[in-house]
């Protein structure tokens, strides 16, 4: 048993260092990044010969608007049936979310909201809409496309430094990388050692 808890930890160590010295290490695994702004700008895409139509959900007050807007200029073609703002700490928002949605019937639903929020509501609520074949979170990439969050400069995008970036433009944000670094490898580590 502690043979194989010092083969993970090494395991673990040895990969941190093979991302950090060799970045490229990584490439062989996961060849592109997408992030919700090339999601949305891909999915958005497949309205434009009317075949399929698209929803946008979330963000803070007038974003889902601006990003409809924004969208709609860029791709004059593009389905674009609705769009709805807020956020799901308001009461009773989840069921006007649904309601808003099922009253356009569209095939594809981008989503706002924040994650896990997102995710979460997703899940809980793809059910009760049964136009939508297509649901997908973007989080913050509502906030870019109506311009009411600065994006990263495209060098720290193309490093993978975008995170520090929002790091800074956002202090409240660092509980939550925090946790998506840390805690997250603890956790992995943690779990490994629990299966041998």
């Known amino acids: ?37 090339l999601l949305i700008d891909k999915m958005v895409r497949l309205t434009k010969g009317g075949d399929h139509s698209m929803y946008i959900l979330g963000g803070g007050k007038g974003v889902a608007t601006a990003v409809k807007s924004e969208l709609e200029k860029r791709y004059p073609q593009a389905l674009i049936v609705g769009s709805r703002g807020g956020r799901l700490a308001k009461e009773g928002m989840k069921e006007k979310f649904c309601e808003a949605v099922n009253k356009v019937s569209p095939d594809i639903l981008i989503v706002g909201l924040g994650a896990p929020q997102q995710e979460e509501w997703i899940f809980s609520n793809m059910d009760k809409m ?48 925090k946790n998506a670094t840390f805690k997250f490898i603890k956790l992995v580590v943690k779990t490994k050692m629990v299966d041998w």
């Open 1 to 37: 048993v502690r043979y194989y808890k010092l083969a993970i930890l090494w395991q673990a160590f040895y990969s941190l260092l093979a991302i950090i010295f060799y970045p490229r290490f990584l490439k062989t695994e996961i060849p592109q990044r997408i992030t919700g702004s």
């Open 130 to 177: 049964p136009s939508v074949k297509i649901a997908v979170g973007v989080g913050g990439a509502l906030d870019f496309l109506a311009k009411s969050r600065k994006r990263a400069p495209k060098w720290m995008r193309e490093k993978g430094l975008e995170w520090l970036f929002r790091l800074f433009s956002e202090p409240k944000r660092l509980p939550r990388i």
